[in-house]
């Protein structure tokens, strides 16, 4: 920050993610989900410092994303091990190069297909996302919203990675392309894919989750089994149920106040501010136990 005060942008974050699974990670604009993605693929700004681990399964043993060095990240694990489908798709492909190029590109560094057969490559890669032939030769102002969030997702699949990151995937789509959208990414994880999905779309995150991991401020508040989160018993975080009884098809109750600035952040639980359950204890920063953090939280369901 300006002054070279730090700001935490995430903290104390801890999860694991299987094959086959698909984990969820919501919570509003600004507490720190992108910013998460980013450093689990070693793309954090320059002047960002990174503790703890986070370890990806390479084939060959664990390594540790948050310390590996760029080459191994770019050679090993961009692309192969782990895919990005990146928030506002449009913004990250090379705006002067067609859809093409991007594809015939990412097919030949990924895949070392000889350049005879990249052609085909290229157009076998797009129908798997189902971006339409006729429009690879378009460029990225060219596309609606909808394509290019096709176009960088057959980016994202062509090295058939075991770990997907989708950064809000189904943001800005339409009802059918949302659908659609979230029956792929249910399938991904089906065939045996380890699937993040960031979201503030809860009801995307219902459909295509089986763990929901809920962010506040930076940190993980309530990680549960999205049946239990989105049915019964429900969120057991006072700002998890809040988020649920925001949506239109619940109580449409919009949570009071905003979020805090991280640069400001209370000293204990930066929810306590918009909580109704507030007490003195909440003075004090509720670690995650048990899958929850807060001293306030509701039970969790009999096993
Ligand atoms: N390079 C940076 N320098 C300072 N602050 C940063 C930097 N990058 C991110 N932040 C701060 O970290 C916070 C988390 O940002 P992040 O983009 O991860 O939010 P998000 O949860 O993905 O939100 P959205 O839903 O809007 O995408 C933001 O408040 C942002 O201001
Ligand atoms: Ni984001």
Redesign the pocket.
């Given at each position: 920050?300006p002054g070279g005060r730090p700001?935490a942008?995430?903290t104390d974050v801890s999860f694991d993610l299987r094959p086959g699974e698909c984990l969820a990670l919501v919570?509003?604009?600004?507490?720190?989900?992108?910013?998460?993605?980013?450093a689990l693929l070693g793309l954090?700004?320059g002047?960002?410092r990174t503790r703890g681990a986070a370890l990806i399964d390479t084939g060959e043993g664990p390594l540790d994303l948050l310390t590996a060095d760029e080459a191994t990240l770019a050679r090993t694990v961009r692309g192969r091990r782990a895919g990005l489908i990146p928030?506002s798709p449009a913004a990250h492909l090379t705006p002067v190069r067609t859809v093409r190029s991007h594809l015939a590109e990412t097919v030949r560094a990924l895949r070392g297909t000889p350049r005879r057969e990249l052609r085909a490559a290229a157009e076998a890669a797009a129908a798997r996302a189902a971006f339409p032939a006729d429009h690879l030769d378009r460029h990225p102002h060219q596309l609606s919203g909808g394509l290019a969030q096709r176009a960088a997702t057959a980016l994202a699949l062509v090295a058939d990675a075991p770990l997907l990151i989708a950064?809000?995937p189904t943001t800005g789509l339409d009802r059918d392309l949302v659908d659609r959208t979230v029956g792929e990414l249910r399938r991904h994880a089906d065939e045996g894919h380890g699937l993040l999905v960031?979201t503030?779309d809860l009801a995307a995150a219902e459909r295509v989750a089986d763990r929901v991991a809920v962010?506040y401020a930076?940190r993980v508040v309530e990680l549960a089994a999205a049946d239990a989160f989105f049915g019964h018993p429900g969120p057991r975080h006072p700002y998890a149920a809040g988020l649920l009884d925001a949506l239109p098809e619940r109580s449409f109750t919009p949570i009071p106040g905003l979020p805090p600035?991280?640069?400001a952040l209370p000293d204990g639980c930066a929810f306590a501010p918009r909580c109704d359950r507030a007490t003195e204890r909440c003075a004090s920063l509720p670690a995650l136990a048990d899958g929850v953090a807060c001293h306030h939280a509701r039970e969790a369901a009999d096993a």
């Amino acid at each position: 920050m300006p002054g070279g005060r730090p700001v935490a942008a995430v903290t104390d974050v801890s999860f694991d993610l299987r094959p086959g699974e698909c984990l969820a990670l919501v919570g509003e604009s600004g507490c720190g989900k992108s910013v998460l993605a980013s450093a689990l693929l070693g793309l954090l700004p320059g002047n960002a410092r990174t503790r703890g681990a986070a370890l990806i399964d390479t084939g060959e043993g664990p390594l540790d994303l948050l310390t590996a060095d760029e080459a191994t990240l770019a050679r090993t694990v961009r692309g192969r091990r782990a895919g990005l489908i990146p928030q506002s798709p449009a913004a990250h492909l090379t705006p002067v190069r067609t859809v093409r190029s991007h594809l015939a590109e990412t097919v030949r560094a990924l895949r070392g297909t000889p350049r005879r057969e990249l052609r085909a490559a290229a157009e076998a890669a797009a129908a798997r996302a189902a971006f339409p032939a006729d429009h690879l030769d378009r460029h990225p102002h060219q596309l609606s919203g909808g394509l290019a969030q096709r176009a960088a997702t057959a980016l994202a699949l062509v090295a058939d990675a075991p770990l997907l990151i989708a950064d809000e995937p189904t943001t800005g789509l339409d009802r059918d392309l949302v659908d659609r959208t979230v029956g792929e990414l249910r399938r991904h994880a089906d065939e045996g894919h380890g699937l993040l999905v960031i979201t503030h779309d809860l009801a995307a995150a219902e459909r295509v989750a089986d763990r929901v991991a809920v962010m506040y401020a930076g940190r993980v508040v309530e990680l549960a089994a999205a049946d239990a989160f989105f049915g019964h018993p429900g969120p057991r975080h006072p700002y998890a149920a809040g988020l649920l009884d925001a949506l239109p098809e619940r109580s449409f109750t919009p949570i009071p106040g905003l979020p805090p600035e991280l640069d400001a952040l209370p000293d204990g639980c930066a929810f306590a501010p918009r909580c109704d359950r507030a007490t003195e204890r909440c003075a004090s920063l509720p670690a995650l136990a048990d899958g929850v953090a807060c001293h306030h939280a509701r039970e969790a369901a009999d096993a």
